[in-house]
């Protein structure tokens, strides 16, 4: 039997899962002004997948890249759902969208 296709898509689940409080808690503490450590991480992974023989951690990798690079719009889409009151917006830190 080859497990190959379930261990991508294992991972490929756990890693848009992990992803996910990534983005929220990016944005609760930082705002979006860390998008381009996502791109930088984002480039990096691809980069390297495309240079690994083994096509299980090459995949791998390569989806945590994307899964990154997806992350920079989810970052600017959760600025939004805060700012819709959707999420909660941390009061420690000064937002742009207060200054009504």
Do not use: C
């Not at 808690?25 to 705002?31: F, I, L, N, R, V």
């Amino acid at each position: 039997m080859y497990f190959t296709g379930i261990i991508i898509a294992i991972s490929t689940f756990l890693i848009i899962g992990i992803f996910h409080p990534i983005v929220i808690k990016a944005e609760y503490y930082t705002g979006t002004r860390l998008w381009w450590v996502f791109l930088l991480v984002g480039l990096v992974s691809i980069g390297s997948a495309l240079f690994i023989e083994d096509e299980v951690p090459s995949a791998i990798i390569g989806v945590f890249g994307a899964s990154s690079l997806w992350g920079i719009g989810e970052l600017f889409t959760q600025k939004k759902r805060v700012e819709k009151g959707w999420f909660p917006m941390n009061p420690r830190r000064k937002h742009e969208y207060n200054k009504k």
